[in-house]
Nanobody
Framework: QVQLVESGGGLVQAGGSLRLSCSAS????????RGWYRQAPGNQRELVAY???????NYADSVKGRFTISRDSAKNTLYLQMNSLKPEDTAVYYC?????????WGQGTQVTVSS
């Protein structure tokens, strides 16, 4: 089992920045990918970004050039640096890891961007 704890969400004005963190504990051996999804009220959960074990990254078109995903292997922590935030980025952000074909999720952290 893998336990994930997110932090760093909050309220920010449009154009501002936030950095989300996701700390992993438990059985972290075998993790092949880590990433972030988000879900806004009334919308389906959408993939924001992910990073693989060889540090290959992928972003949703809506966040390219504004968000950066990174990881610190020594700390077992995943980050999402979010710049130039827009009101449409408002959502609950969930981190996840893929381990041996299974997905593990954090509890989510709210990001609210005011106009």
């Amino acid at each position: 089992q893998v336990q994930l704890v997110e932090s760093g969400g909050g309220l920010v004005q449009a154009g501002g920045s936030l950095r989300l963190s996701c700390s992993a504990s438990g059985s972290t051996l075998g993790i092949t990918a880590r990433g972030w999804y988000r879900q806004a009220p009334g919308n389906q959960r959408e993939l924001v970004a992910y990073i693989t074990s060889n540090d290959s990254t992928n972003y949703a078109d809506s966040v390219k050039g504004r968000f950066t995903i990174s990881r610190d292997s020594a700390k077992n922590t995943l980050y999402l640096q979010m710049n130039s935030l827009k009101p449409e980025d408002t959502a609950v952000y969930y981190c996840y890891v893929r381990r041996w074909g299974s997905l593990y999720w954090g509890q989510g952290t709210q990001v609210t961007v005011s106009s």
